[in-house]
């Protein structure tokens, strides 16, 4: 189903200048964290800046100052090299580009995988060593069916356990988190489990979890608990994946929670798709739609202790900003950056917003 594009609001020139704007404010502002609330409650800090810069995209006649960081190299950019590690038993795939630098571990989200963040690895890898994973599950990482489990097993606990030791095993040292949607949880998770090993977390449209059991109304948990019951214990539910996992049905989801509409490629669609035909993907699918218990944002936020950037699509339909802006508030959180014009997976649709924002970012926290 062909998705046509909505008019652009403002101009890619225009937005690439307000991102440079803000990273370029974020980088040079103080790196204490000891002051933070009076500095940006006066509205003339830096970070004050970075927020309001980001948020206006307006075109200036001025010529603004570079973003720290290989935004724009002259010489070939790191290509990403695919890898496989086990952890437990299961092989792991993962991709991972430069030789120097603070580390980078790149989360994807809810039905995507590590080849969501094309457009970042080779940029944000100029500077850094960059690491994108498949969580367990997802991706071309196994997918071990759930119900040989006795505990539930796709929760955030499993996936923040499998983060802190692929950076023990693999990455050999503490990194920083760069979190998309549900891999925000699973960032915040991690560092909460091992503090020690997370240097910084960017959170980029981090799941609400609307259907979490605590978000619910009284009068629809039995309703909602009954259709998940549905789905993951007849045919009903693969039946509802088989109508979701076509061309046709992913484009039309990615349509929904892109603005530019223009992003959602044949590629991007392949990319998504393909791995959620391999055997076990069903299982997988219908356990995690089915997971309403676990941590929200709020409870994880006020334990960690590493500095945190909060980005949002201004134009995200699943995610909605006005409710993302209440994190802002959270002592870890440096930051709550709104990406005008932008969606759900800002990463991808905006890597020119997003790669200078987490390039001055790790600057000013290494």
């Given at each position: 189903?062909?998705?046509?594009?909505?008019?652009?609001?403002?101009?890619?020139?225009a937005?690439?200048?307000?991102?440079?704007?803000?990273?370029?404010?974020?980088?040079?502002?103080?790196?204490?964290?000891?002051?933070?609330?009076?500095?940006?409650?006066?509205?003339?800090?830096?970070?004050?800046?970075?927020?309001a810069?980001?948020?206006?995209?307006?075109?200036?006649?001025?010529?603004?100052?570079?973003?720290p960081?290989?935004?724009?190299?002259?010489?070939?950019?790191?290509?990403?090299?695919?890898?496989?590690?086990?952890?437990?038993?299961?092989?792991?795939?993962?991709?991972?580009?430069?030789?120097?630098?603070?580390?980078?571990?790149?989360?994807?989200?809810?039905?995507?995988?590590?080849?969501?963040?094309r457009k970042?690895?080779?940029?944000l890898?100029?500077?850094?060593?960059v690491?994108?994973?498949?969580?367990?599950g997802?991706?071309?990482?196994d997918?071990?069916?759930?119900?040989?489990f006795?505990?539930?097993?796709?929760?955030?606990e499993?996936?923040?356990?499998?983060?802190?030791?692929?950076?023990a095993?693999?990455?050999?040292?503490d990194?920083?988190?760069?979190?998309?949607?549900?891999?925000?949880?699973?960032?915040?998770?991690?560092?909460?489990m091992?503090?020690?090993t997370?240097?910084?977390?960017?959170?980029?449209?981090?799941?609400?979890?609307?259907?979490h059991?605590?978000?619910?109304?009284?009068?629809?948990?039995?309703?909602?608990?009954?259709?998940?019951?549905?789905?993951?214990?007849t045919?009903?539910?693969?039946?509802?994946?088989?109508?979701?996992?076509?061309?046709?049905?992913?484009?039309n989801?990615?349509?929904?929670?892109?603005?530019?509409?223009?992003?959602?490629?044949?590629?991007?669609?392949?990319?998504?798709?393909?791995?959620?035909?391999?055997?076990?993907?069903?299982?997988?699918?219908?356990?995690?739609?089915?997971?309403?218990?676990?941590?929200?944002?709020?409870?994880?936020?006020?334990?960690?202790?590493?500095?945190?950037?909060?980005?949002?699509?201004?134009?995200?339909?699943?995610?909605?900003?006005?409710?993302?802006?209440?994190?802002?508030?959270?002592?870890?959180?440096?930051?709550?950056v709104?990406?005008?014009?932008?969606?759900?997976?800002?990463?991808?649709?905006?890597p020119?917003?997003?790669?200078p924002?987490v390039?001055?970012?790790?600057?000013?926290?290494?």
């Amino acid at each position: 189903m062909a998705c046509a594009a909505p008019p652009s609001l403002v101009s890619l020139p225009a937005r690439r200048r307000s991102a440079t704007a803000a990273a370029a404010a974020y980088y040079h502002a103080p790196s204490t964290r000891l002051s933070k609330r009076s500095w940006l409650s006066s509205g003339n800090s830096p970070r004050s800046r970075l927020r309001a810069e980001a948020s206006k995209a307006e075109p200036a006649e001025e010529s603004l100052p570079a973003a720290p960081g290989p935004s724009a190299p002259s010489e070939p950019l790191p290509q990403a090299r695919t890898s496989t590690w086990n952890w437990k038993g299961y092989n792991i795939r993962y991709q991972c580009a430069g030789t120097s630098g603070p580390a980078l571990v790149l989360i994807h989200g809810f039905g995507a995988n590590s080849d969501h963040w094309r457009k970042n690895i080779p940029v944000l890898a100029m500077a850094n060593r960059v690491y994108a994973i498949d969580l367990i599950g997802y991706g071309y990482s196994d997918k071990p069916n759930p119900r040989e489990f006795e505990e539930s097993f796709y929760t955030f606990e499993t996936w923040g356990e499998q983060l802190n030791t692929f950076c023990a095993e693999v990455v050999k040292s503490d990194a920083f988190f760069i979190c998309n949607s549900i891999g925000g949880l699973v960032g915040l998770q991690a560092a909460v489990m091992e503090p020690q090993t997370c240097k910084g977390i960017v959170l980029l449209d981090i799941s609400l979890r609307m259907l979490h059991i605590n978000k619910q109304p009284w009068f629809g948990r039995p309703f909602i608990r009954s259709f998940q019951n549905l789905l993951r214990n007849t045919v009903i539910g693969k039946l509802f994946f088989n109508a979701v996992a076509t061309p046709e049905s992913v484009k039309n989801i990615l349509c929904q929670c892109y603005h530019d509409t223009s992003a959602v490629t044949d590629e991007l669609v392949q990319m998504i798709l393909q791995p959620g035909l391999d055997p076990g993907a069903v299982d997988v699918f219908l356990e995690f739609i089915c997971y309403s218990g676990g941590p929200l944002p709020e409870d994880l936020l006020p334990m960690v202790k590493c500095p945190v950037l909060v980005a949002w699509g201004e134009k995200d339909p699943w995610e909605p900003v006005e409710l993302g802006r209440a994190y802002g508030s959270f002592d870890a959180v440096e930051d709550f950056v709104v990406l005008p014009n932008v969606g759900h997976c800002p990463q991808d649709e905006a890597p020119e917003l997003v790669n200078p924002l987490v390039e001055s970012f790790v600057k000013l926290h290494s």
